[in-house]
DNA sequence: CTGAAAGCGCTTACAG
DNA sequence: CTGAAAGCGCTTACAG
């Protein structure tokens, strides 16, 4: 059904080498007018080279696979520019990018899930940042598939932002500013056994810097976290109270906007009387809130370039990568309005 | 370097069909003792299959492509869950997904890029939205590549959510309630000649709406787009105006927002005094703003039926596929405080 | 300058 | 119940 070099060397009457080497641009000198000929033959049958057959006699398939939990999406985070970023890193060297699910059943039963049974892979990119299944680890490891982990700690193989430093460098901005009374909020849950190391790192790089400052950290949540609809309340109340905060570093977009919106209701002018620093994936254009921006383009180009590293080298453990984030529309970060 | 059948024939003694047969559960009557021997082989080598041996004379790839612009990545909008479901859809039935995109220069340019150059794919689908590419169409034509567009409006082969039903939906449900002044926001351009038709579809849908009521639209809007900077005065000064508006419908999220805030700096109540409908992909937990949910992950897997029929039958080009928006937190959509 | 042939790893009629 | 062989579409030494 569709045009094969065979189909090309018995219309020109070569051999199926030649067409080879014509068609590859090999060195291997052949005649302009053979070349011509067959191009154009090329040309005009639209022919189109196999991708399966070159795979399997390079023993290389050009194909890295991006593994997500199929089961429970939120354990495998996939933001728009992470994706890019991995795509964007592996073409760079004519690799493709091939998504790939895995349910807890698949890793937890008797067979062998099917990135790691069929050999169609040079290697894999695990996005499992929490509750990783006991076998995955084992399977990444026996398998022989070079594997690089994003957003999850280890000591070598994966990359990650930079919670830690985020949130350390949100609050000096702050204390730099005069800001003496910041406080963290994460309406979401407690820190002490969080699903995600971001959770603690984040607010463990505000108190650093509160603490080198010599400052009492304020850290503002609830154990089982605030619900949705208490939260502007919630912000409201902490708001009003003496020696409330002059500025607020938030774990993520969700208490940042509750907490403008109970300061407009409260009559309090931003950013002047209140600073607010969240970390998110984008700035929230038009609010009067500063962004630290999760550097996932970054952080997906640097998978990239490991797995490839991996794969060239599968014997070497490339040490882990920790990649900052960005501060955006850090004109909401302002000095509070009377000095204390 | 890797194990194949042949390994696993010369270590039994039996020959290659034999284990092929057996390794793929063909019925073929093969005795229980030479399938165990094989088997037992087969896991102690670690024999895993090898996918381009199999598609090569499979004729088939069992690939579909995912195609984004790389030039400019607004023109191919990818929420997370459009991926997971086209993902999902396509794994319903064995095949994978591949992910591509490709310049504009590729497209301009002689040299036919890759994906359309080699044959790898079983079919694609196209992501792209506005300031197609002239020569992607007619490629995708011809290269005899089955194929289905997203989130463009076409006869047939594509699937979109439904904008305008959407912003029609938002409006009754508003009109329902008893409000009769409702506006419609866009801060980010005009309506004539937008990029995208859903700027132009949301806001013909709620002026369906309101002309069905026989009540006069008012968009609110500057042709330009309002700066982000802006967008909170900008709302603030149309909720202080004479015979405001008691309910908005606004474009996406970024209005909402900025209106929510206005409307909570200006001391209005939240959402006695004013009732607010966005599009969006997620709901905005905990701000009192209901939600016209765009159904990407539905369109994902239409998407993914609608390309596994083409493979099947290229011939037959499936009819467009419109998907309805849901409400969420449609709790926020109340009744006007007064009536008038 | 070009052809005939082996081989990549697999599947599948064809024999026996 | 199993083997020998052809073939999928391609690349690459090996000859000449």
Not at 163 to 178: H, I, S
Not at 203 to 216: F, H, I, Q, R
Not at 319 to 329: G, S
Request: glycine share 8%; aromatic share 8%.
């Amino acid at each position: 059904m569709s045009v094969t070099l065979n189909d090309i060397a018995e219309r020109t009457g070569f051999s199926v080498r030649t067409v080879s080497c014509v068609l590859n641009n090999k060195k291997d000198r052949i005649s302009e007018q053979t070349s011509e000929k067959i191009k154009a033959c090329a040309r005009r049958l639209r022919y189109r080279p196999n991708a399966s057959a070159r795979a399997i006699q390079a023993g290389r398939f050009n194909h890295v696979g991006l593994l997500l939990s199929q089961t429970e999406s939120s354990r495998s985070y996939l933001p728009t520019p992470l994706i890019h970023g991995i795509y964007d890193g592996l073409a760079e060297n004519g690799q493709n990018l091939l998504l790939t699910k895995i349910t807890d059943e698949e890793l937890s039963g008797g067979e062998t899930p099917r990135v790691f049974r069929e050999l169609m892979l040079d290697g894999l990119i695990i996005n499992f940042h929490f509750r990783i299944p006991q076998r995955m680890e084992s399977l990444a490891g026996r398998s022989g598939l070079p594997n690089v982990w994003l957003n999850v700690k280890r000591e070598t193989d994966g990359v990650r932002p930079d919670d830690f430093g985020g949130g350390r460098e949100a609050t000096e901005r702050l204390l730099n500013l005069g800001h003496r009374r910041i406080a963290y909020l994460d309406y979401i849950s407690g820190f002490d056994s969080p699903e995600h190391f971001s959770r603690t790192d984040r607010y463990e790089g505000y108190k650093s810097a509160m603490v080198a400052a010599g400052l009492p950290e304020r850290a503002i949540y609830c154990e089982k976290g605030v619900p949705a609809e208490d939260r502007i309340e919630f912000s409201k109340a902490f708001l009003s109270a003496e020696h409330r905060p002059t500025a607020v570093v938030t774990y993520s977009e969700g208490e940042a906007l509750a907490t403008v919106m109970a300061a407009a209701s409260s009559g309090l002018k931003l950013p002047d009387e209140l600073s607010v620093v969240t970390f998110s994936n984008d700035a929230i254009k038009g609010m009067p809130i500063a962004t630290m921006i999760l550097p996932w383009y970054q952080v997906g180009l640097q998978a990239a370039a490991m797995i490839q590293a991996k794969i060239r080298q599968p014997e070497k453990n490339p040490p882990y990568v920790v990649i900052p984030c960005t501060l955006e529309q850090s004109e909401f970060c302002v000095p509070p309005t009377s000095a204390f």
